[in-house]
């Protein structure tokens, strides 16, 4: 990207031409997405995001993720979760998730001119989501067929829908994804701040219902998370991805890593259903089951995870009434 230019991309739509139809109970992506699981591969998918130079950009600019980690983590995947599980009432969830991005746009550190609502850079961030679907059933749920990737990557089309997005960032097949997901690892993703921000964790606040934890036990709770995550994410890097933030990875990590994988997995295999589902994802289920009535609310996150005081009148925050 030149100094002063913006990548190409259409503003965000005005509507929708139809109102799209949602995923379902029976689909794949309710099966592997949702799952409390999935937080094992959440700094991969903060750092991968950051690495869009874009993004990144709009991160280090505009948010403060920084200041309250784990609270933001925890409440974001409320409303991400609602575009895929609630119903008929996901594209006015999508709606919501991606008006939190209006006018989040400046311009980089290198003079480049950036968007939140670019649709490639909304695009990206959403083929992160589907990716770490993807890996979730790879990795730590006993693998997926070719055409159960097909399958989900059909899937993933019709989730984004609800965001009422231009369609023309999203490739045309499941091939045509893998060729794009490449193209980004190698050519378009950056070693930035943000990306390296979600990686180290030796700064990160305590979540408020820990703030009974002494300090010197939080830092050590933090060393060993540390090593754990870099062990974790690193092995679901793509290897341009690794080259890129300067990694290296063995047969042997590999090895380890897989079978941490095969571990979790035989784990939630005896574990109760429900009890992995997020909270949004649990009451879906209920709803599409017959355990609550179909109009039920929405499950909105717990005050302990809202954002800080000053922060919940602004537009650009997920911040319910709870």
């Not at 600019?61 to 609602?82: A, K, N, T």
């Not at 490449?182 to 930035?192: A, I, P, T």
């Amino acid at each position: 990207m030149t100094s002063g230019s913006v990548a190409p991309g259409c503003p965000v739509s005005g509507g929708y031409d139809d109102v799209p139809a949602s995923l379902g109970p029976e689909s794949l992506t309710w099966k592997y997405f949702g799952q409390w699981t999935g937080m094992l591969q959440g700094p991969w998918a903060g750092s991968m995001q950051n690495m869009h130079p874009q993004l990144g950009a709009a991160v280090q600019q505009h948010s403060i993720f920084f200041l309250e980690r784990m609270p933001r983590l925890f409440r974001s995947v409320y409303p991400i979760g609602g575009v895929v599980f609630d119903g008929d009432r996901a594209p006015k969830t999508g709606a919501e998730v991606r008006d939190y991005h209006i006018g989040i746009k400046g311009v980089d550190d290198q003079g480049r001119r950036y968007s939140a609502l670019n649709p490639e850079v909304f695009y990206w961030a959403h083929a992160t989501f589907f990716k770490s679907t993807l890996l979730a059933a790879e990795w730590l749920g006993g693998g997926l067929t070719e055409a159960q990737k097909r399958q989900l990557f059909d899937e993933h089309v019709t989730w984004y829908r609800m965001y009422g997005m231009s369609m023309r960032p999203v490739p045309a097949s499941w091939e045509d994804f893998e060729r794009y997901w490449d193209h980004m690892c190698r050519n378009v993703l950056e070693d930035n701040w943000a990306a390296r921000e979600v990686l180290d964790l030796s700064t990160m606040p305590k979540h408020p219902s820990l703030d009974w934890m002494p300090d010197w036990l939080w830092r050590l709770n933090v060393a060993g998370m540390q090593r754990f995550f870099d062990f974790t994410t690193v092995g679901l890097f793509d290897p341009a991805v690794r080259e890129l933030m300067g990694y290296t990875w063995s047969p042997r990590q590999e090895r380890l890593h897989r079978l941490f994988g095969a571990a979790v997995y035989q784990v939630t295999r005896v574990l109760p259903r429900r009890m992995l589902m997020h909270p949004r994802k649990r009451s879906a289920w209920d709803r599409a089951h017959g355990r609550l009535p179909a109009d039920s609310p929405l499950v909105e996150t717990p005050a302990r995870n809202l954002p800080p005081v000053e922060y919940r009148d602004d537009p650009h925050f997920y911040s319910p009434k709870v």
